[in-house]
């Protein structure tokens, strides 16, 4: 059983950061997996945000281009997205997303809330 869990969301004003993280449990091989983030917001498409692949190479929604950044920490079986200068746009539930061939895991996601 894989689990991935997201975690870091909430409220925060225009302008301001946030950190989500979302960890790997269960039978992966972390390190073999492609990680992406998606968003969601209400009566929208889900749209992909960031993605990092198994060897680190790196792609961006040109709406998060300079103002996100994904990583990945495979020690802890653990992806992140920095999320800077933060819009109102940006409102969304936020996914994490695994895959490595056929195999896909998608976390609940977090809640993301621009506003002042």
């Known amino acids: 059983q894989v689990r991935l869990v997201e975690s870091g969301g909430g409220l925060v004003q225009p302008g301001g950061s946030l950190r989500l993280s979302c960890a790997a449990s269960?039978?992966?091989?972390?390190?073999?997996?492609?990680m992406t983030w998606y968003r969601q917001a209400p009566g929208k498409q889900r749209e992909l945000v960031a993605s990092i692949t198994s060897s680190d190479s790196t792609t961006y929604a040109d709406s998060v281009k300079g103002r996100f950044t994904i990583s990945r920490e495979n020690a802890k079986r653990t992806a992140y997205l920095q999320m800077n200068n933060l819009k109102p746009e940006d409102t969304a539930v936020y996914l994490c997303?695994?895959?490595?061939?056929?195999?896909?895991?998608w976390g609940q996601g977090t809640q993301v809330t621009v506003s002042s």
């Open positions: 269960g039978s992966i091989f972390f390190s073999a997996y492609a």
């Open positions: 997303n695994a895959q490595s061939g056929v195999r896909r895991f």
